[in-house]
T-cell receptor, first 112, second 115 residues
């Protein structure tokens, strides 16, 4: 069984600043993938970034980057140069097999 | 191309009624997934189809829930004798093919409210 935990229910950040979201997970699988999804009020889940567990190099996608600590089972997301459009729920998710296991989410509010 | 679509967008039903929720995956995607998202929580896996068959239905909460995908494309999630606790957003996702590494593309969900 897999578990994903997000300990920060809500984070706020000033526009153009940086915010880091925490995520820890547990799995007995050796081969797995980690994801961060964004869910705006429209409910559409949008993939932000993906990390393969066998890769040591941290994934980056434009203003989004992760800090993947495999031994600690930690997978944090850093949003740089925050924009108003980044305001949304963010979910950390783990895939080991065919289904995703999600954390409880962190609400990010970007203030002008 | 078109993304995953779900109908209806919102559904209000009375306790005890039967409901059907529809998912239209991205054309050519062989894998289809259903998730349930209760208020203030992350999505929870319900069932996964590979083609026409349910490859993993371990997330279905009880026998009131059933899903089909008869032609390997559109899927319908069916809930019998609805209860107030079934109120949630039901999300559908698809991918080609299946497996951990393949991105799941999500639809906008159906918000079900049981009164």
């Amino acid at each position: 069984a897999q578990t994903v935990t997000q300990s920060q229910p809500e984070m706020s950040v000033q526009e153009a600043e940086t915010v880091t979201l925490s995520c820890t997970y547990d799995t007995s699988e050796n081969n797995y993938y980690l994801f961060w999804y964004k869910q705006p009020p429209s409910r559409q889940m949008i993939l932000v970034i993906r990390q393969e567990a066998y890769k040591q190099q941290n994934a980056t996608e434009n203003r989004f980057s992760v800090n993947f600590q495999k031994a600690a089972k930690s997978f944090s997301l850093k949003i740089s140069d925050s924009q108003l459009g980044d305001t949304a729920m963010y979910f950390c998710a783990l895939a080991a097999g065919n289904k995703l296991t999600f954390g409880g989410g962190t609400r990010v509010l970007v203030k002008p | 191309g078109a993304g995953v679509s779900q109908t209806p967008s919102n559904k209000v039903t009375e306790k005890g009624k039967y409901v059907e929720l529809r998912c239209d995956p991205i054309s050519g995607h062989t894998a289809l997934y259903w998730y349930r998202q209760s208020l203030g929580q992350g999505p929870e896996f319900l069932i996964y189809f590979q083609g026409t068959g349910a490859a993993d239905d371990s997330g279905l909460p009880n026998d009131r829930f059933f899903a089909v995908r008869p032609e390997g494309s559109v899927s319908t999630l069916k809930i019998q004798r609805t209860e107030r606790g079934d109120s949630a957003v039901y999300l559908c996702a698809s991918s080609f093919p299946s497996g951990s590494s393949y991105e799941q593309y999500f639809g906008p969900g159906t918000r079900l409210t049981v009164t």
